[in-house]
């Protein structure tokens, strides 16, 4: 009892109960839509398609070097006859042996790639499921060809920048300005062959046919030397750039094998998705 009177009611000895804590129940996500362009990406990744372009650009950088070192003891224990150079194996040597490698035997890797991603029409039943769903012709073409070409280019930087350190590792420094330009050139190079394959698959639907279809065109393309207006405009000179610029040329003397050869990889890929798109069955 209070001084005024009033009786006050004993404190409740029971725990109070918590306050209700509205539950904001998570909605299960659905499954992530499969574009075009992360199924290229897949196709590469899951295949196991970048193990081939690893082995094919980085391990040539990793390799030339080493074989351009110990040349002497490496042809001795083959029994190869060979006439070693007159003034040694330079730093450029070592650059040259990747160089040469990638433009003979890893490009082949590349250009199988393409072929097998360009091949749109070779499965029928697989032909008529990609038609069906592609709202545009250059769906079947661009995310297959960009996809390629972009890890191809990808592998074969990163295969010239391990040749650059083994080289000055081994044999001692190389201007950075030579071996960029050099790269760089390389790389639209490889862009234009790896557009001619596009090319190809416009008119030949299996992979064997568009792969085959393309080394021979590369074979006959020196031909065109022998006409002499075109002789500084040939798109191959970039392949040894990355040699010549090491040896005293400048950058300024590519210009013009650069500029045709980013002309004829446009009107390459154009041509694919023009004739790819409105090809039948």
């Known amino acids: 009892m209070t001084r005024s009177g009033a009786v006050q009611a004993p404190a409740s000895t029971q725990p109070t109960a918590p306050a209700t804590v509205a539950r904001v129940e998570r909605v299960p996500r659905g499954p992530r839509r499969l574009g075009l362009w992360r199924l290229e990406w897949l196709r590469l990744v899951r295949t196991r398609r970048w193990l081939l372009l690893l082995v094919a650009y980085p ?16 042809v001795e224990a083959l029994h190869i006859d060979a ?16 160089t040469y490698t990638v433009g003979q035997v890893s490009v082949l890797v590349g250009l199988a790639l393409m072929a097998s991603a360009l091949a749109v029409d070779h499965r029928p039943g697989l ?21 390629t070409t972009a890890a191809v280019a990808l592998a074969y930087l990163l295969g010239s920048l391990i040749a650059w350190a083994q080289v000055h590792w081994m ?26 394959v596009a090319a190809m698959a416009a008119f030949l639907r299996r992979p064997v046919a568009i792969f085959g279809a393309t080394l021979v065109s590369f074979v006959l393309m020196p031909l065109a030397a022998l006409w002499r207006p ?19 040329h400048t950058p300024d003397e590519f210009g013009d094998n650069l500029a045709l050869s980013l002309v004829m990889s446009a009107l ?8 790819i798109g409105r090809r039948e069955m």
């Not at 006439?83 to 990747?98: K, Y």
């Not at 390459?268 to 004739?275: D, S």
């Open 230 to 248: 075109v002789q500084g405009w040939l798109p191959s000179q970039l392949f040894n750039s990355q040699v010549d610029l090491l040896r005293g």
């Open 171 to 196: 044999f001692g420094p190389l201007p950075a300005e030579a071996v960029f330009y050099g790269s760089l050139y390389g790389i639209v190079g490889v862009v234009l062959e790896l557009s001619v």
């Open 127 to 147: 032909a008529a499921f990609h038609r069906t769903r592609m709202r545009r012709p250059r769906d079947l073409v661009l995310p297959r060809y960009t996809v």
């Open 268 to 275: 390459c890929v154009w041509l694919a998705v023009w004739r």
């Open 83 to 98: 006439v070693a150079p007159a003034g040694g194996m330079r730093a450029d040597s070592g650059m040259a042996v990747f």
């Open 59 to 74: 391990g040539v950088g990793l390799i030339g070097p080493v074989f351009a070192r110990h040349r002497d003891r490496i």
